[in-house]
């Protein structure tokens, strides 16, 4: 196949990609690249995670072009669903990555830290979980990326396909629901 590609459809150029075209590729990558790059930025906020999960999306069509079925819908569609899967895979890594450091600093001995203080963050830590696990799954997955993994309210809507609007609103039901489990629990000060 010549490289004027114009006329040649997606599945055509997977199927150049079958037999090692890297023009082909380069292609599907002209044609789709932003739109990968552009979801995967938005759920991982960081434009090298983007890069990444972009350059990971393409190296995977290169490596098996036939995972694309042209039957069950449009290659932009086959690419922004691993764009999406890849993406969301690196903030959970990167979430994780961060409670385990978060646990060995915990591990630290640190100077002018007390046996006290220590013991009552941890009281305060289990309170705060079990007041979480006690809120709608909605709403407790939409506090969890903004306050635990650090996202804004528009992260928070884009991740979880909501409008931006249902997100505040959740969070703040949930942040008032826990407040309530808290003080009920006996935790005091974490008044607004």
Not at 32 to 58: K, M, Y
Not at 85 to 109: N, Y
Not at 124 to 143: N, Y
Request: with cysteine.
């Amino acid at each position: 196949m010549d490289d004027d590609f114009d006329e040649t459809s997606d599945a055509q150029l997977v199927t150049c990609v079958a037999r090692f075209d890297e023009a082909a590729l380069a292609e599907l990558y002209r044609r789709h690249g932003g739109a990968v790059f552009g979801l995967a930025r938005r759920v991982t906020g960081s434009v090298a995670e983007a890069e990444d999960v972009t350059q990971e999306v393409f190296l995977r069509l290169w490596n098996r072009p036939e995972a694309y079925d042209s039957d069950r819908g449009a290659l932009r569609s086959f690419l922004l669903t691993q764009s999406h899967a890849r993406a969301v895979d690196v903030v959970r890594s990167r979430a994780a990555r961060s409670r385990r450091e978060l646990r060995e600093a915990g591990r630290t001995p640190r100077a002018g830290y007390d046996v006290a203080r220590e013991a009552w963050d941890h009281v305060l830590a289990e309170e705060v979980r079990r007041a979480l696990a006690t809120l709608p799954p909605d709403e407790r997955r939409a506090i969890e990326l903004a306050y635990f993994e650090g996202r804004t309210y528009v992260e928070v809507a884009a991740m979880l396909h909501e409008p931006e609007g249902t997100i505040k609103s959740r969070i703040r039901k949930g942040m008032g629901r826990m407040r309530g489990a808290l003080a009920a629990s006996g935790v005091q000060g974490l008044e607004r």
